[in-house]
């Protein structure tokens, strides 16, 4: 059996491993409390703003008070593309918004306080992307621009005998408001019949306008001094045609002109758009919009002229483009007719500011428009006059409208624009 081990003593301390040690309570700290979850985002019920729903010619949009809208400028495009339904990429509907898949229902007026003198209102034009709700500022929007004289003032924007108020042969009251147009730097002033107690706007009349139904009250709108609205001149390149070339070397001659907003004028007629006879004769917006190889050559058209004109082709909205119809193919009654196209789709009426653009180019000798008067019989000297108050009827798939031009010393002095406009619904916008 061996010999019994000897019991060692137990050592004096207990050595613990450095990394089992624990921490002493003097030096311990309790763990931070965890971070509180981040606040769920405002639903749908809590995100609205105040706003009005009106008809402006023949467009619908909303008129909104900068001091609804957040600053800077950036921001609002979380805010109005929602509230228009955009964007809808897959069905272009903009069913879960105010907007409803057209451009010229996709609008919005936002008016703020005077940034000079001469003016009563200052008024942002923006254009909500169907697709992929971006906002477009780059031009104006002349039949939105008919309701902002009427808004300022039952917003209280004009001070009381801050505007001029006159009555009529029958005792109607008519007051007219100046407007800056903060997207064109150029000054508009709407008349427009008011009438009550305290005096507000009245659409109440017996004015018709083609493309809306019924009568109503007629605001006239006078844009002063429209020429270079983008580009500084009316005639962009000095020149009053253009040669442009497309992708496939083919060339297509336009008139680029920049009254109230660019425009890029084509004949139908022209080869380098691909069209027969026929088919140029019978285009309508469906016809268009049911042609994607049309609809593509004529974007190729816009950009080439947007980038002679020295603007950006990659923005939708400036310069559109215009497709012009011969003489024999325009009715009586008629100056010239017209085919528009806006942010992509075939315009059912007509862009007030292409056809502002399309009146003065009537006048200025060598355009394609001024071209297609020439000869016309009857009136062409007037039609075509380089000086004076000169109204001509544009034809457009709506209907027909008057735009009258001022001419002196060589110089576009105004262009008078009539329309109809109507509140639709105020209150509040979800988004």
Known sequence: MAAAQPLRAWPRRLVVPASLALPSRRCYAPAPAPAPAPAPAPSHAHRHFPAWFVRGGTSNGLVIRRDALPEPQQRWAAILGPAMGAPDPVFARQLDGMGSGLSSTSKVVVL??????????????????IRDG???????????SSVVGPAAWDQGFVPDGAAAVERDERGDAWATVRIFNTNTAKVIASRFKVAGEPLAYCPDGDYTMDGVPGTHSLITMSFQDPAGAKTGKALPTGAPTDELALPDGTRVTASLVDVGNPGVFVSTRDPGLGLDAAQASSLTPAAVEADPQLKARLEHVRRAGAARMGLEPDTESVPKIVLLFPRAETPPGMD????????????????????LCLGASARMPGTLAHGLLAGAGDGEATATAEHGDVTLTLGHPSGKLDIGTIIRDGKIESAKLLRTARVLMKGDVYY
């Open 112 to 129: 703020s306080p005077p940034s000079r003198p001469d003016v009563h209102v200052d008024y942002t034009f923006v254009q909500v992307g």
């Open 134 to 144: 971006a906002l477009d500022l780059a031009g104006n929007c002349g039949n939105m």
């Open 336 to 355: 010239l007719r017209c085919l528009a196209m806006s942010m992509g789709q075939a315009h059912k009426a007509m862009p007030l500011t292409l056809a």
